[in-house]
């Protein structure tokens, strides 16, 4: 589907919310992902009683990693992960190929609430000094991919932009927005790419470089309360913004909350572990394993563990 110029109304997607929008701006070839979080989101944040300065955050590396996720070929589990040594010591999101989503984020409440959780700058902040993890892992048959980069800048975007730069030496423009809305979590995230100028220079006699000042001029104009409304859709949203430039959209991927945890795969670990070792998890008499993604809580009593140990 291609709208190439203002007089093309764009047609809006079955489903508008909980997607990746791929896109194409045809005059630069520039590609790019649109991502809408809505249900998604609020289901994952809300199986938590993180405080609003985690949950946020997490709400951002969440829409992040299904955003990075989108501008890739794998089968398989794509992972986003932060480590710091500031009050939000861990946070983890992980999606499938197939567009399921998780994540989850571990903080130091007293430290939390001494820090500056309405500063501009999270990441000094709120996540300190450490790296972010770039993960995809495509079953055990093959290699896993890793990149590594430590936390800088002021924000999320800083520090991926920042990688993107450093070590795929692919100009990236990234722009994301997370809040709690009146119909609950919302996120939304717009990224742009280009190749290197050797590469596109072979196929287009433009400036590459106007082209691409151009795209992040037109990208920055994009609001938060644009990416966040649940009644503007994502192709209306890329109509207003690239429609001068020919802005060309494929089919979206859908997105679903879910975790992958079960009784059985946590009965597998339990079984892996010294039956010794097991005693002491245990609570009222039971074993009690909670499931740091969805919050879900399994319990086995001392028949189900003989069970799992014969």
Known sequence: MSFPGSSV????NPRNDDIVQPFQIDASDLRGRLVRVGPVLDEILSKHAYPEPVARLLGETITLAITLAGALKYEGIFTLQTKGDGPISLMVADVTSTGDVRGYAQFDAERLSAADTGSAAPVPTLLGTGYIAFTVDQGEHT??????????????????????????QLDTGIKVAVAFTD??????????????????????????ADDWRRAM???????DRELLDPN???????????????????????????????????????????????ADLKVNGNVEVTCEFCNSTYTFDDAQLDHIYS
Do not use: K
């Open 9 to 12: 109304n764009p047609i809006e």
């Open 232 to 278: 503007l859709s994502a192709n209306d949203l890329l109509f207003r913004l690239f429609n001068e430039d020919g802005v060309r959209v494929w089919a979206p991927t859908d997105l679903n909350a879910s975790c992958r945890c079960s009784r059985e795969r946590v009965a597998t670990v339990l079984a892996s572990l010294p039956r010794d070792e097991i």
């Open 183 to 208: 119909v609950g979590w919302r996120g939304g995230a717009l990224m742009l790419q280009r190749l290197p100028e050797d590469q596109i220079q072979q196929t287009l006699g433009s400036d590459v």
């Open 143 to 168: 290699e896993r991919y890793q990149g590594i980069v430590e936390l800088s800048g002021e924000t999320l975007s800083d520090s991926i932009q920042h990688y993107f730069r450093q070590s795929e």
């Open 217 to 223: 001029v037109l990208m920055g104009t994009c609001t």
